[in-house]
């Protein structure tokens, strides 16, 4: 059996430098405390409240003495202003690139447009995209964009983790709406990179598997992306969640990605439990 894991499977900077914030400040404080999930991977949130990193659903469940960490996936501007304003120690690991799509909004809204982002309704960082304007419009679907009224200037931009064809596809649509618009792509280059491995790698394998939470919208878009192109894919959370049945009719070759919250560790037991299954000793092959 030859298995090929793509080499930006997982963890993108953002994600792990977020992860790695939450288990050193919890090691420096003794605790660490985080309004919701730092990311939508159940087997990852487990570990970090076994050492320390405490979930709650408002900032007056914080103690005094102890820091808040803003997740990667950015933050509502109101409750960044109320922890500024009842001074408590912010870590901010946010990822870097959705800081720049704060930016970006601030500014098309500067130029008087109409703010309409690209993205899941309720996803975290939609959420905190949304709250740096007034009256921004998300749209996830086109059919949504169907339903917008005519606009005379708007402003675009993308959940960082949205699918290159379901923007384009809902751009498409606005622009028979908007008669002056601006749309700043504001997908992330590692989630680009991925995407772009998933589809060529679904293409000349036998079989995929994508490795990621059911709650993590990332993973289920790369999911269907391979889905599209491979209808041998199946989406896991772990290694137990192999089937050892997906491997005998006519299987030769499997592709291994996983979503951008999976940690390293989860894509290593999965190589190892297919290579397990498959009675495979050769190393996986990398692809780039």
């Known amino acids: 059996m030859k298995i090929i894991l793509a080499k930006d499977a997982g963890y993108c900077f953002g994600v792990r430098d977020a992860v790695n914030s939450a288990y050193d400040t919890s ?143 809902i751009i498409n649509i606005l622009m028979t709406k908007v008669f002056d618009l601006r749309f700043v792509n504001t997908i992330c280059f590692p989630t680009k990179r991925n995407q772009e491995q998933i589809k060529e790698l679904s293409e000349i394998v036998d079989l995929m598997i994508i490795i990621g939470s059911f709650t993590s919208a990332n993973s289920k878009r790369l999911t269907q992306l391979s889905l599209e192109r491979n209808k041998n894919t199946y989406q896991v959370t772990n290694a137990t969640e192999i089937d050892v049945s997906w491997f005998k009719k006519n299987i030769n070759s499997v592709g291994i990605s996983a979503g951008a919250s999976t940690p390293d560790w989860i894509i290593d037991s999965v190589v190892k439990k297919v290579k397990d299954v498959t009675n495979t000793t050769d190393k996986e092959t990398i692809y780039e």
């Open 27 to 169: 090691k420096e404080y003794g605790e660490v405390y985080m309004l919701g999930d730092i990311v939508h991977n159940e087997s990852v949130v487990e570990d970090l409240e076994k050492n320390g990193v405490k979930v709650v659903s408002n900032l007056n469940q914080v103690p005094d003495d102890k820091p808040v960490l803003f997740r990667a996936h950015g933050t509502a501007k109101e409750v960044w202003k109320d922890a500024e304003k009842n001074k408590m120690n912010i870590i901010d690991a946010t990822c870097p690139l959705v800081h720049e799509i704060h930016k970006e909004v601030k500014q098309l809204d500067k130029e008087g447009r109409k703010i309409i982002i690209i993205g899941d309704h309720g996803h975290d960082e939609v959420i905190g995209i949304a709250s740096q304007v007034q009256d921004a419009i998300i749209i996830s679907t086109v059919e949504e964009a169907e339903k917008l009224k005519k606009t005379k200037k708007a402003g675009i931009v993308s959940q960082s983790t949205q699918t290159i064809e379901n923007v384009q596809d």
